[in-house]
């Protein structure tokens, strides 16, 4: 069974910064199965990226998806103040622990 | 557009069985897999199960003693039943769609959901 690792555990920036998301496999999985979702307080996960790269239907291009093999990014280019949130990777059936990332 | 929405009790009597159901508006449920995934309050997600339109079925191993999740086409929901419940089965409950993107070589990912509806296992 995959364990995804996500880090840091809560990221801590300002509106305008670039923000910089791990998600760590337990062993290799195929970059194209890896997804990444938002989720803000007091809503449903929303899709952001699917198969590492490519960004879902209606996600600005400030987020972007990277990596291969066990290692695996989420970039915010420029935080918007709607991008504080908690970010999830996804695998399968396998979600990782998340990111928070939170106005300094 | 497709929406999915969650109904069922908000309160569960510890011993007793959780039973929740989705229904899809806006689009027919055949020919997808739907799921059900849960979050625990301050908690991260965890996937419970998922069904296809023609019945067949995949769970958690770790829930697989205690869920049945089935469909009912005629209605376009489906629906969960979670057995036997603790506190520790408190949680936010969601129903999505599992999409197949990119065929046989592309990834499986939950690109629809509901609001989640919360459940509370207490006496």
């Known amino acids: 069974e995959i364990v995804l690792t996500q880090s840091p555990g809560t990221l801590s920036l300002s509106p305008g910064e670039r923000a910089t998301l791990s998600c760590r496999a337990s062993?290799?999985?195929?970059?194209?199965?890896l997804a990444w979702y938002q989720q803000k307080p007091g809503q449903a996960p929303r899709l952001l990226i699917y198969?590492?790269?490519s960004r879902a239907t209606g996600i600005p291009d400030r987020f972007s998806g990277s990596g291969s093999g066990t290692d695996l990014t989420l970039t915010i280019s420029r935080l918007e103040p709607e991008d504080f949130a908690v970010y999830y990777c996804?695998?399968?059936?396998?979600f990782g622990g998340g990111t928070k990332v939170e106005i300094k | 557009q497709v929406q999915l929405q969650e109904s069922g009790p908000g309160l569960v009597k510890p011993s007793e069985t959780l039973s929740l159901t989705c229904t899809v508006s806006g689009g027919s449920i055949s020919s997808y897999f739907w799921s059900w995934i849960r979050q625990p309050p301050g908690e991260g997600l965890e996937w419970i199960g998922y069904i296809y339109d023609s019945g067949s079925t995949n769970y958690n191993p770790s829930l697989d003693s205690r869920v049945t999740i089935s469909v009912d086409t005629s209605k376009n929901q489906f629906s969960l039943k979670l057995s036997s419940v603790t506190a520790a089965d408190t949680a936010v409950y969601y129903c999505?769609?599992?999409?197949?993107?990119?065929?046989?070589?592309?990834?499986?990912?939950?690109?629809?959901w509901g609001r989640g509806t919360l459940v509370t296992v207490s006496s």
């Open positions: 198969g590492a790269s």
């Open positions: 999505a769609r599992y999409s197949n993107y990119g065929g046989n070589s592309g990834g499986w990912y939950f690109d629809l």
């Open positions: 062993q290799n999985i195929k970059s194209n199965y």
């Open positions: 996804q695998q399968l059936e396998t």
